[in-house]
């Protein structure tokens, strides 16, 4: 399986080029934080993805010696691998930049990502390849567009639930998000594996 994860590394050599100038981008862009952990983040197993999508990968991985079990796990523990990855280059990068940042900036970045590729990850399974990144490239852009005026919306509006939140501990909170996020992340993982092992190729 770590053959798998290594391979996704080996096959996007060359867009890995681009992989520091798009953190400086941002960076320079003068991008909140969290915003650029959240594309350093994405951008590893998304071109992954998009690269299976174009050259029809699964049918040559299904013709070698990995379950499909392994197959959808290398995915999803690669996700975390290329997170955790990420978010040491782009906090190197940030501290070199003399940016400031936190680690609630960290959590939110990485559940934001971990979310988002829960929702993400299944329709590459689901739906016939073609335009699958596209669109999910252009809802990422939407999202981010749209994203905080919507929390900020909800925030205003949802009072006795932002009371309830506020009551809570901050060891409560963290923990319950976390809790969350990882159930969200297994849940997917559950559903990818569910139906690739029902997907003909």
Do not use: C
């Not at 996007?12 to 003068?30: A, R, T, Y």
């Not at 205003?156 to 809570?168: E, N």
């Not at 501990?169 to 559903?191: C, D, K, M, R």
């Amino acid at each position: 399986m770590l053959n798998l994860i290594r391979r996704d590394i080996i096959l996007q050599k060359w867009q890995l080029l681009f992989f520091i100038p798009i953190i400086l981008f941002f960076i320079l862009m003068g991008s909140h934080p969290v915003m650029t952990f959240l594309v350093a983040s994405i951008f590893i197993p998304f071109n992954a993805y998009a690269y299976d999508e174009k050259a029809e990968t699964n049918i040559l991985l299904n013709s070698l010696p990995y379950t499909r079990a392994e197959i959808i796990s290398s995915r999803y523990l690669g996700a975390i691998g290329y997170m955790l990855a990420a978010v040491g280059v782009t906090s190197l990068s940030l501290v070199l930049f003399d940016v400031p940042f936190t680690i609630k900036d960290i959590a939110i970045s990485s559940s934001l990502f971990l979310l988002f590729s829960s929702f993400t990850f299944p329709l590459f399974y689901i739906f016939k390849t073609g335009h699958i990144f596209t669109v999910i490239l252009i809802t990422f852009l939407a999202l981010a567009g749209v994203g905080p005026k919507a929390v900020i919306y909800l925030a205003q509006h949802s009072t006795a639930f932002i009371d309830f939140i506020a009551s809570l501990s901050i060891p409560v909170v963290y923990t319950g998000a976390a809790l969350i996020v990882f159930s969200v992340y297994a849940g997917s993982w559950v559903f990818s594996h569910f139906v690739y092992q029902r997907k003909a190729f």
